[in-house]
């Protein structure tokens, strides 16, 4: 038998009883469930233990684990006191409690990360086990002392990994992380944590297994979606979804920025000079007026009020709310009191008031352009609800003699209440509401309360109330009544709680190209939130991107910063690396990359799209030619990597944007094997430079 196979066999056979433990967990998992659904069912709940519910979790988690082929234990670390362990997806035990895997996000994995020959932390081997499913199909070795260790076999696991096939989606790279991006993954939460670090060198991985870092550290703090990783576009989170809930993580909030504002999906981009002044802080102002403007389809005149008084109501309603910080839709009651001194203390009817001034919403405020908003929309949306307030529940309109009996203030019924009135037979008031919520009329004889009483507890039935007797009381205008015994007390209103947007971690991708007005929504989310923000300013195309880290945290509403630099490349061959770098902006070091291998390729055609015909791999275009050429518009390949990548007419990708040399890097380093440049015009000036 050769080492290998003797090597495999025995990985096999751990791997074997972690299965076999996880089969006993999920029956447990399964027992504790019924378990629980019993105890509710018996009575008042106890709840399950703490234990009872880790199992569960787990169980679930497990459950989720199960479909990926990569396997649930990748490594071994062997250490110099003989002691030796696997890590995995995550931690499980045996039945003594003993660790069979132990998590790659604990603080004992993360030797297996760490350790380097120069500084090998104890460990004498570390080994990469390569699973398929429960399968296990490879081990690699990598000795770290000098002393002697039995049965070491394979090659850079590393490398393997980098050329496996891809699929669509962004596999994640647990197994093979290297000690700088482990750094960044365990980096402290609190505070703000800058990322960088050129194309490929692992950024968006790192932000990834991070939201799943700290998951695991502080579960209970950052549990039910509490941490929000914001990626640049649809095509981008889609891209890196699975990566997640392959790490055993599925409550980290995953958006695109065209996402962040409930009830929008916007995906389309505006042109440069439309973004740029989307993006700008003086929208704040623009969008202020905007919503305390006169809405369209205002009433123009209200009795001896022309429309130029009216205006003038509107400036001076506006003016006092603002003193006292009453935002647009908490301002009708003022717009009511305005008009009505104007008006010599005349009620405003509220059919007027209703007209004149609405509820507004953000979109109501800033319509879609052609059926659609745009992603640099996204943020005055966001703006615009800030700016306009939660609406205020608008006064249902009332008759003239309901007008006249409330004038000095609504009057609540505290319970329910049964009284007469002359006009209307009996009546009954329900808890919160000032009109009676059933009149008798003439059918109930006024004189017969003991009826009365029968005909209101069927009613207070209805409503899941059972009478058992009646004592006196008052109604809520004071008028003599009788009030119901209920056979339990009545439930105190609860008081639904506010679901907002609040985040304790947020994790930015991209985030060299927000605008100051992106970042401003995202730091109304993140204002009790500690921050990572990953990113590379070589790759900044936005026109207003922030020029520095430190411009763009303080934007963002933050201040102290730990800064951390990913120097190796893994995506793009060096041969790639070295051309793209011809369009990197001054000052920018370019990126020294792992990665063997890569071609160039660079041929000025006659006719692309015949030029195209004969290419294979993923097209990518200016974006004016890409939807007749059928490639993918180059605005939309930030983050996203290709085995082949046909880059067409590069001359026209920088010309179509204030930023678009920077538009060109980032399409140059998108290739993982193969880059072919295809042009009709020439090559910008930088490409064509010799070095
Ligand atoms: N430690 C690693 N092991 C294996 N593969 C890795 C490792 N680090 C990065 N990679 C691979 O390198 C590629 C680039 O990673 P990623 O997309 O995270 O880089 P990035 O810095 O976000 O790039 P960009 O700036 O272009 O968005 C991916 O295919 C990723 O899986």
């Not at 696997?86 to 035990?93: H, I, N, T």
């Not at 596999?171 to 960088?196: K, W």
């Not at 910063?561 to 190796?568: E, H, N, S």
Request: aromatic fraction near 6%; charge should be negative; proline fraction near 6%.
């Amino acid at each position: 038998m050769s080492e290998t196979v003797r090597q495999l066999a025995i990985e096999q056979q751990v791997v074997d009883r972690v299965y076999a433990r996880l089969e006993v967990m999920r029956t447990q998992a399964r027992e504790l469930e019924a378990e629980g659904r019993d105890r509710a069912s018996a009575g008042p709940s106890t709840g399950l233990v703490e234990r009872d519910a880790m199992v569960l979790s787990a169980s679930a988690r497990l459950s989720d684990l199960d479909g990926q082929e990569e396997g649930l234990v990748f490594g071994r670390l062997d250490f110099d006191d003989g002691d030796t362990y696997r890590v995995g997806r995550l931690g499980v035990r045996d039945e003594n409690r003993e660790p069979l895997v132990v998590d790659w996000r604990a603080p004992a994995a993360a030797p297996f990360y760490r350790a380097t020959p120069g500084e090998p932390l104890g460990v004498v081997r570390r080994r990469i086990i390569t699973c398929q499913g429960p399968t296990v199909v490879g081990v690699d070795d990598e000795v770290l002392s000098a002393g002697d260790v039995d049965g070491v076999v394979g090659e850079g696991a590393l490398l393997a990994s980098l050329t496996r096939a891809r699929g669509l989606h962004m596999r994640d790279i647990v197994s093979t992380i290297q000690r700088e991006q482990d750094e960044a993954i365990r980096a402290p939460a609190h505070g703000v944590t800058v990322i960088t670090g050129g194309p490929g060198t692992g950024k968006t991985q790192v932000a990834l297994h991070r939201a799943a870092y700290l998951l695991y550290t502080d579960r209970g703090k950052f549990a039910d979606g509490r941490v929000l990783v914001v990626g640049p576009s649809t095509v981008f989170t889609e891209y890196i979804g699975r990566v997640l809930p392959g790490l055993g993580e599925d409550s980290v909030h995953l958006r695109a920025i065209g996402e962040l504002f409930d009830g929008v999906v916007a995906t389309r981009r505006d042109r440069a000079e439309v973004a740029r002044a989307k993006g700008d802080l003086t929208m704040v102002r623009v969008l202020t007026e905007l919503a305390w403007d006169t809405p369209p389809n205002a009433p123009g005149r209200l009795g001896r009020l022309d429309a130029d008084d009216l205006a003038k109501a509107r400036l001076d309603v506006r003016r006092r709310c603002e003193a006292r910080g009453i935002k647009p839709n908490g301002a009708r009651a003022e717009a009511a009191t305005v008009l009505s001194e104007l008006l010599s203390g005349r009620e405003i009817p509220a059919a007027f008031l209703n007209a004149w001034w609405p509820m507004l919403t953000p979109q109501d405020v800033l319509p879609a352009q052609d059926g659609q908003w745009s992603v640099d929309d996204v943020p005055l949306l966001d703006e615009l609800a800030e700016i306009l307030g939660e609406p205020v529940a608008s006064t249902p309109v009332r008759t003239g003699w309901q007008v006249r009996e409330l004038s000095s203030g609504p009057r609540l019924a505290d319970e329910f209440v049964l009284s007469l009135s002359l006009n209307d037979g009996w009546q009954l008031f329900a808890p919160g509401l000032s009109t009676p919520i059933a009149l008798s009329g003439q059918s109930l004889d006024s004189g017969n309360a003991w009826a009365a009483q029968r005909w209101a507890a069927a009613i207070i039935l209805r409503e899941g109330h059972e009478v058992v007797g009646w004592t006196d009381g008052f109604d809520p205008y004071g008028e003599e009544g009788y009030l119901p015994e209920l056979a339990e007390p009545l439930p105190v209103a609860e008081v639904a709680d506010p679901v907002e947007d609040v985040y304790l971690h947020v994790i930015l991708d991209e985030a060299q190209d927000l605008s100051p007005m992106e970042c401003r929504m995202i730091a109304r989310r993140a204002a009790h939130a500690s921050m990572t923000i990953v990113g590379d300013l070589g790759q900044a195309t936005h026109p207003l991107a922030a020029g520095s880290w430190p411009e763009l945290v303080k934007q963002l509403g933050k201040r102290e910063v730990r800064m951390l630099d990913l120097p190796t490349g893994y995506r793009v061959p060096q041969v790639i690396a070295d051309f793209a770098a011809r369009a990197l902006a001054p000052g920018i070091e370019p990126t020294r990359s792992f990665r063997p291998g890569g071609t160039l390729t660079i041929r000025q055609v006659d006719d692309l799209r015949t030029a195209i015909a004969e290419e294979r791999g993923t097209i990518i275009a200016p974006d004016a030619i890409a939807d007749s050429l059928d490639a993918v518009p180059v605005s939309q390949v930030k983050g996203l990597e290709y085995d082949r990548v046909v880059l067409v007419e590069p001359a026209d990708i920088v010309a179509a944007e204030p930023r678009g040399m920077n538009r060109l890097y980032v399409a140059l380093t998108r290739a993982v094997a193969e880059l072919v440049i295809l042009h009709t015009k020439p090559l910008p000036e930088v490409l064509g430079a010799e070095r």
